[in-house]
Nanobody, 122 residues
Framework: QVQLVESGGGLVQAGDSLRLSCVGPGRTFLSYAGAWFRQAPGKEREFLAAISWNGQTYYAGSVEGSVTISRDNTKTTMYLEMNNLKPEDTAVYLC????????????????WGQGTQVTVSS
């Protein structure tokens, strides 16, 4: 059951920027920590960034500096801004929410979206 809804993916060129959005299920989302993962074909799901309910952020070392996670609790929405995209960033990007802030483990998140495709052309 899809409980989060992502948007903002698409086809972009190398070097472009993109902002993904993730809308949560109402007021329940306000007490959850959030995170973004991505999954490329044939690869495991990869943690990118997480944010606590009050805005503390956590980043994977591989993407720190090139992505920014944020949230707007008035809109129950979480964002992932990505800069200087490369072809290797092509993947399905998924948002997740759970009670554990900052976890890099997908199994610790209870709510998931169905993902949004990001394709970066060279």
């Amino acid at each position: 059951q899809v409980q989060l809804v992502e948007s903002g993916g698409g086809l972009v060129q190398a070097g472009d920027s993109l902002r993904l959005s993730c809308v949560g299920p109402g007021r329940t989302f306000l007490s959850y920590a959030g995170a973004w993962f991505r999954q490329a074909p044939g690869k495991e799901r990869e943690f990118l960034a997480a944010i606590s309910w009050n805005g503390q952020t956590y980043y994977a070392g591989s993407v720190e500096g090139s992505v920014t996670i944020s949230r707007d609790n008035t809109k129950t929405t979480m964002y992932l801004e990505m800069n200087n995209l490369k072809p290797e960033d092509t993947a399905v990007y998924l948002c997740a929410a759970g009670v554990v802030a900052g976890s890099e483990k997908a199994e610790e998140y209870e709510l998931w979206g169905q993902g949004t495709q990001v394709t970066v052309s060279s």
